[in-house]
C-alpha cells in the first residue's frame, strides 16, 4: 500500500502533467490565433506565454528522441503539429499569391513590418530604431563568437544597420547559445568548403543528436540523408554540382 507522501507526490505530479497540458493547449490556440489575425499585440502574447522560468523566450520546439516515448504520452506532444502548420502556411501562401495576382483593385497600407522604414530611414537619413540581426563582429554580445548573427538593438540611418552594444548574457544564455552556433559555423564550413567531414562534425556538436546516437550511427545518419536530398555531387570537389531533382518539385 502506498505510503501517506507517496500519494502526495503523485497528485502532484498529476496536477503537473495536467498543467503541462493545459499550458500547451492554450500555446496551441494562441497560435492559430496569430496565423489567422498577423496581429502584433497577439504575437506579443504569444511571446510571454512561452516566457521561462529564467526569463528567456522559448522560440523555437524541440523534438523528442525515439526513447522518449512514455514522455511523449504522458503529455500528449502533438509530433504532427509542425508539419500540419507547415502544409497550412504553403496553403495560405498558395492562396495569397492567387490573389495578389488576380486582385486588380489591390491597395497598399503600410504595416508595422520593418523593411519599408529601414528603407525609408537609410535614404532620408532619419534614424529608426529596431532590433535587428547582424553579424556580431563589433562584439556587441560580448560572450558569444564574432563570426555569429545576433539579435541587438539597431540603429538605422544613412550609414545603415549599426547595432549597440549589450556586453555579456548571463553566462547560462550564453552557453545555451554556443551550443547552437558551434554547429551552425560548422555547416557554414561544410557548405563553403564542401565538406561532408563539417556535415559530420555539425551532426556530432548537436546536443540532442550526440546524446541519441554514436559518432558512427550520426555519420551514417547524415549520408542516407545527403543521398535522400540527392547531394552527394554537391561534396565532390572539382565536379559541377548537379540540382536536385527533388528542387524543382
Request: aromatic share 8%; glycine share 4%.
Amino acid at each position: 500500500m502506498a505510503t501517506i507522501e507517496e500519494l502526495e507526490r503523485r497528485i502532484v505530479r498529476l496536477e503537473e502533467t495536467e498543467n503541462v497540458k493545459r499550458a500547451m493547449a492554450r500555446v496551441g490556440r494562441w497560435m492559430d490565433r496569430c496565423d489567422f489575425t498577423n496581429a502584433r499585440t497577439d504575437v506579443e502574447f504569444l511571446a510571454n506565454e512561452l516566457m521561462t522560468a529564467d526569463g528567456t523566450i522559448v522560440t523555437a520546439f524541440g523534438t523528442w528522441g525515439p526513447d522518449k516515448t512514455e514522455l511523449i504520452e504522458e503529455f500528449n506532444i502533438p509530433l504532427d503539429e509542425y508539419p500540419r502548420r507547415c502544409i497550412r502556411q504553403i496553403e495560405r501562401w498558395r492562396e495569397r499569391s492567387h490573389e495578389l495576382v488576380s486582385n486588380k483593385k489591390l491597395t497598399h497600407k503600410r504595416t508595422h513590418e520593418y523593411g519599408s522604414y529601414i528603407m525609408e530611414a537609410m535614404e532620408t537619413d532619419v534614424p529608426f530604431r529596431i532590433g535587428g540581426n547582424i553579424l556580431n563582429d563589433g562584439r556587441f554580445i560580448t560572450n558569444l563568437p564574432s563570426n555569429s548573427v545576433v539579435e541587438v538593438p539597431c540603429l538605422v540611418d544613412r550609414n545603415g544597420v549599426q547595432g549597440t552594444y549589450v556586453g555579456d548574457l548571463p553566462e547560462q544564455l550564453a552557453a545555451l547559445n554556443r551550443t547552437k552556433i558551434n554547429t551552425q559555423l560548422c555547416t557554414l564550413e561544410a557548405v563553403f568548403n564542401r565538406s561532408k567531414d563539417s556535415v559530420y562534425q555539425a551532426a556530432m556538436l548537436d546536443p540532442h543528436t550526440s546524446a541519441e546516437l554514436s559518432l558512427d550511427d550520426i555519420r551514417k545518419m547524415c549520408d542516407e540523408m545527403i543521398k535522400a536530398h540527392e547531394m552527394e555531387s554537391f561534396f565532390k570537389k572539382g565536379k559541377a554540382f548537379r540540382m536536385p531533382k527533388m528542387w524543382h518539385a
